[in-house]
C-alpha cells in the first residue's frame, strides 16, 4: 500500500471534497454543513502552499490547512497514521510561515479524536465560539459619528488586494488568533458568483476618503433556515488600532444587522474567540448568545 502526503495540487480538489463529505456524512461536526465545504474550498485553492493532502495508492484519503484549524482523514482511512503524516507536514508549514504553534480544532465528541490528539502532544488552549442572534430581537439602528465616512466595498476601488490584505491585517492586530489572509486568497474570494460586494461597508476618516479605517462584512446563505428565512453572518468585523475605543465596531455590527435582516435573514451568526473578551461582551449586549463551541488545541511548531 503507497502513502505519502504532499501539498495540494489542483487535481487534489476533489479528493479533499470527498473527504469533507464523508466527515459530514459521520462525524457530525456541529455547525458543519454541506454549503460549508464549497466555502472552504474557495479558500483552500488558491493557497496550495497552505493545505497539506494524505494519499493511500493515489487516493486522497486525508488532508490539513493549519491556518483554518482542520485537519480530516476519510472515515474509513483512519487508524493508518495518515493524522500523524499529515501533522508532521502542517507543522512544516506553519513554520515556513512564521508561526510558532500548529493550531487545530479538536471535535471532543468524536472520542478518537481527542485520543489522536493527546497522543501527538496536542494540548487544549482555547475556543472558538458560534454566537446567534434571533431572529426578531431589537437592536438599535446604526449611527456612525461624523468623523468618518461610510460606504460599500467598491470592486475599482479596492482592486489591489496587496492594499486591501495588510489593511484587514492591521485590522486585526492584536486579535487572540493571527491572521493569515493572503492577497491571493482574498482575491479569489471576491472574484466569486456569490460575492456581494454591497454587503461589506467601509470606514474612513470624513477628511481622507481614501485611507480605510474600519470594515465589516456580511454574507446570507440559502442554508439551514426556516423556509421564508435566510441564514445571516457576520464574517468579519475589523478598526484599526488608532480608531478603537470610539464605537465603531459597534455602529458596523449594528449596520450588518439591519442590513442582513433588510434582506430576510433570519437567525443571525458570528464566530467569536473565548478570549476576546471585548468582542463577546458587545455581541451579548446586542443579544448574542453562545450555540456552539470549537475547541482550538495547539502544538509548538
Known amino acids: 500500500m503507497g502513502v505519502g502526503v504532499h501539498p495540494f495540487q489542483p487535481e487534489d480538489a476533489a479528493g479533499v471534497r470527498s473527504v469533507m463529505a464523508a466527515s459530514l456524512a459521520t ?8 454549503s460549508d465545504i ?5 479558500r483552500i485553492v488558491p493557497d496550495p502552499g497552505g493545505t497539506v493532502v494524505a494519499l493511500e495508492d493515489g ?4 488532508y490539513c490547512t493549519p491556518h483554518h484549524d482542520d485537519l480530516t482523514v476519510h ?11 499529515l501533522i508532521a507536514a502542517a507543522l512544516e508549514i506553519v513554520r515556513a510561515r512564521g508561526f510558532d504553534e500548529l493550531q487545530l480544532y479538536v471535535p471532543l465528541h468524536l472520542a478518537g479524536s481527542r485520543q489522536f490528539a ?19 430581537h431589537p437592536v438599535a439602528v446604526p449611527t456612525f459619528p461624523a468623523s468618518v465616512s461610510v460606504r ?12 486591501w490584505t495588510a489593511f484587514m491585517h492591521a485590522a486585526f492586530q492584536g486579535h487572540p488568533t493571527p491572521m493569515t489572509w493572503t492577497p491571493a486568497v482574498i482575491a479569489h474570494v471576491h472574484g466569486t458568483p456569490d ?9 474612513h476618516p470624513a477628511d481622507d476618503l481614501e485611507q480605510p479605517i474600519a470594515f465589516i462584512r456580511a454574507e446570507l446563505f440559502e442554508r439551514d433556515a426556516p423556509a421564508g428565512q435566510r441564514l445571516g453572518e457576520i464574517g468579519l468585523v475589523g478598526v484599526l488600532p488608532a480608531w478603537r475605543g470610539q464605537g465603531l465596531g459597534r455602529e458596523l455590527l449594528r449596520w450588518g ?3 442582513l435582516r433588510a434582506r430576510g435573514a433570519g437567525v443571525i451568526e458570528l464566530s467569536v474567540e473565548a478570549d476576546n473578551e471585548r468582542a463577546t461582551r458587545l455581541y451579548r449586549a446586542h443579544g448574542f448568545e453562545p450555540a456552539i463551541e470549537w475547541p482550538h488545541w495547539v502544538l509548538p511548531a
Do not use: C, K
Not at 462525524?27 to 454541506?34: E, K, M, R, T, V
Not at 487516493?59 to 486525508?62: F, M, Q, T, W
Open 27 to 34: 462525524d457530525a461536526i456541529p455547525g458543519f454543513l454541506a
Open 38 to 42: 464549497e466555502r472552504a474550498m474557495v
Open 59 to 62: 487516493v486522497v484519503v486525508g
Open 75 to 85: 472515515p474509513s482511512a483512519r487508524r493508518r497514521g495518515h493524522g500523524r503524516r
Open 118 to 136: 493527546e497522543a501527538v502532544g496536542l494540548r487544549y488552549r482555547s475556543s472558538l465560539w458560534q454566537f446567534q442572534l434571533p431572529p426578531g
Open 152 to 163: 460599500t466595498f467598491d470592486m475599482g476601488r479596492e482592486i489591489d488586494f496587496n492594499a
Open 195 to 203: 460575492f456581494d460586494p454591497s454587503l461589506i461597508l467601509v470606514l
Open 257 to 259: 444587522i439591519a442590513e
